[in-house]
């Protein structure tokens, strides 16, 4: 039960908070410029997301986040 209180808490966090008022734009974190995010580029400007975080985000469940998945992930609603 804990860990489901705890996943439940993380994944709030990230679909509604992550608008860490400081969440650096899509381009920023599109290292490679292929047009998404990888779970790997967004941990190098959000070290603490998690990758259930990330899979939440991620709503098509293609591996990647796109520029509207971001953005719904990254501003508060």
């Known amino acids: 039960m804990k860990k489901i209180l705890i996943t439940a808490a993380a994944l ?8 860490l008022a400081a969440a650096p734009a ?7 410029g292929n047009g ?4 790997e580029e ?3 400007v959000m070290p603490d997301t998690s990758q259930s975080q990330f899979a939440a985000a991620d709503v098509d ?7 509207d998945e971001y953005e719904k ?3 508060k609603s």
């Open 26 to 32: 899509f381009a920023e974190v599109d290292a490679n």
């Open 42 to 44: 967004l941990a190098v």
């Open 36 to 39: 998404t995010i990888s779970f």
């Open 12 to 19: 709030t966090t990230f679909a509604a908070a992550p608008a």
């Open 73 to 75: 992930a990254t501003t």
């Open 61 to 67: 469940g293609s591996g990647e986040l796109s520029v």
